[in-house]
């Protein structure tokens, strides 16, 4: 089965990123609201609100967000095991059918245990995942059930629970999952409508997909049914020589911004892992995944990055599409013009690599 080319955009609830620094109000709704306006009109499919464990609530800022715009989906981080899966069920729901059918959820486990104890939360990493494959089940059944249950398991339980609201789409709100560890590849395959990961090499992508495509045929289910979203971060310009030029000021800016000499500790985060893997073969792989800022700031994100013009990344996309990604998350250094600027220039640019290479979504 061939998925549509699908973009994923990335909104914040105050102007920040690697070289901006966060200033002003912690909240900003009227910047949220633009933000949010920028990649509708920009043409992109749907919008990740990001989950920190200091942060707003994901999902009032995706609610705003949802306010301000007419067509654009949700992709809403959420985190298992700070609320109960009957409330999470109908706050979804609610949000579904209050936006219009445009809800997304993104089931973060939790790759960092420091991050996930300032919620208080000392689950070990594989248990994280036991407990949200518990629970995005539950979600499931209370988004279809037309009846109340009752749940008794490792981590929940609840007698009558039941969601008087259901989603406005049908069967479910489409779930994203994300994980590069071998419990979380396994949970992918069997829960999992679209499986996120950050962007790699091609051979590491193409070792990826490969693995989560064994785990839904171990699952019993279509591994052509399920779409992958990988995450990059483009530097454009109008030649690539400009482009490369823009990439070293973010790196020199980023660089003076954190501490010199500032090494950090290995991350928990196979997924980041798997990105300084990636940089420790050079600044460059392939032919544009530029690794420097993944190894700047310890790849605790989708940190690495597409150079060139928007031809030239279109390229690189659409070699990835090749191998079966079907939907593409990026943000840029500067958030909110760079939005602006891959709607004019990088979108149209892929749709028409993609068309020319004529390689459908699934293909090996």
Same mark, same amino acid.
């Given at each position: 089965m061939a998925h549509p080319l699908q973009f994923i955009g990335m909104?914040?609830?105050?102007? #920040? =990123?690697e070289i901006h620094p966060p200033e002003g109000a912690v909240v900003d709704p009227p910047y949220?609201?633009?933000?949010? #306006?920028?990649h509708e009109a920009a043409g992109f499919d749907r919008i990740l609100v990001a989950w920190g464990s200091s942060s707003p609530d994901a999902l009032l800022v995706a609610s705003h967000a949802a306010a301000a715009t007419?067509?654009?989906g949700f992709m809403v981080a959420h985190r298992p095991g700070f609320i109960a899966p009957t409330l999470a069920a109908r706050q979804f729901a609610s949000f579904d059918q209050f936006s219009g059918g445009r *809800?997304?959820?993104?089931?973060? =486990?939790?790759?960092? $245990?420091?991050? #996930?104890?300032?919620?208080?939360?000392? +689950?070990?990493?594989?248990e994280r995942y036991a407990r949200s494959e518990e629970y995005l089940a539950l979600?499931?059944? +209370?988004?279809?059930?037309?009846?109340?249950?009752?749940?008794?398991?490792?981590?929940?339980?609840?007698?009558?629970?039941? *969601?008087?609201?259901?989603?406005? /789409?049908?069967?479910h709100i489409p779930v994203f999952f994300g994980g590069s560890s071998d419990i979380a590849i396994e949970i992918a395959g069997r829960l999992a409508d679209v499986y996120a990961f @950050?962007?790699?090499?091609?051979? /590491? *992508?193409r070792e990826t997909i490969a693995r989560v495509r064994a785990s839904l045929a171990r699952a019993g289910r279509d591994p052509a049914g399920l779409r992958f979203s990988m995450s990059f971060r483009p530097v454009l310009a109008g030649t690539e020589a400009a482009a490369w030029a823009r990439a070293d000021a973010i790196i020199e800016r980023i660089r003076a911004l954190r501490a010199t000499g500032s090494g950090g500790r290995k991350p928990e985060s196979i997924g980041s892992q798997r990105l300084l893997e990636a940089a =420790?073969?050079?600044?460059?792989? $392939? =032919?544009? +995944? @530029?690794?420097?800022? %993944?190894a700047a700031v310890g790849a605790g994100s989708n940190t690495t990055a597409l150079v060139g013009t928007p031809e030239q990344v279109a390229e690189s996309l659409a070699a990835y599409h090749a191998l079966g990604v079907d939907t593409f998350l990026i943000r840029g250094f500067d958030p909110l013009e760079d939005a602006e600027e891959y709607g004019r220039s990088l979108l149209p640019a892929v749709r028409d690599a993609v068309a020319r290479r004529g390689v459908?979504? %699934? %293909?090996e």
């Open positions: 909104i914040s609830h105050r102007r #920040q =990123s949220i609201a633009r933000f949010a #306006q920028a007419t067509r654009i *809800a997304g959820i993104h089931v973060i =486990s939790g790759g960092s $245990d420091a991050e #996930q104890r300032k919620d208080g939360d000392f +689950l070990p990493h594989d979600l499931k059944r +209370l988004w279809t059930e037309p009846k109340p249950f009752d749940h008794a398991g490792r981590y929940y339980r609840f007698e009558g629970g039941f *969601a008087e609201v259901k989603p406005l /789409q049908r069967p @950050w962007g790699e090499t091609l051979d /590491q *992508a =420790s073969g050079g600044r460059v792989r $392939d =032919s544009r +995944l @530029w690794t420097e800022v %993944a459908p979504a %699934a %293909a």
